[in-house]
Nanobody, 129 residues
């Protein structure tokens, strides 16, 4: 079993920055692809960014490309989301998710949420005008 805990959310003005962290604990001897999903009020959940076990493979939604950066430290079992130039449209609950992968998929990231078995409880990000 793997536990996933997010931190780093909060309130910021438009144009500001926040850094989210996601710590995984428990059965972390396996390889995990990770992702940050977000869900705005009244909207569905979307993958904002995803990263393979081998951190060189990453994905960004068009809405966050060139503003957000996902990275990971496998030694620390931690994934980060650096969010710059934040907009009010980025206001959402941000969820971290983990999916165990085989060695052959070490460079694969996943965007559909059904790939992910382990989820954090989410952290609120609010961007004001």
């Amino acid at each position: 079993q793997v536990q996933v805990v997010e931190s780093g959310g909060g309130m910021v003005q438009a144009g500001g920055s926040l850094r989210l962290s996601c710590a995984a604990s428990g059965s972390t001897s396996s390889r995990y692809a990770m992702a940050w999903f977000r869900q705005a009020p009244g909207e569905g959940r979307e993958a904002g960014a995803a990263i393979a076990w081998r951190g060189s493979s990453t994905y960004y939604a068009d809405s966050v490309k060139d503003r957000f950066t996902i990275s990971r430290d496998n030694a620390m079992n931690t994934v980060y989301l650096q969010m710059n130039a934040l907009k009010p449209a980025d206001t959402a609950v941000y969820y971290c998710a983990a999916a165990a992968v085989f060695y052959s998929n070490s460079y694969t990231y996943y965007t559909p949420d059904y790939y992910y078995r382990y989820w954090g409880r989410g952290t609120q990000v609010t961007v004001s005008f």
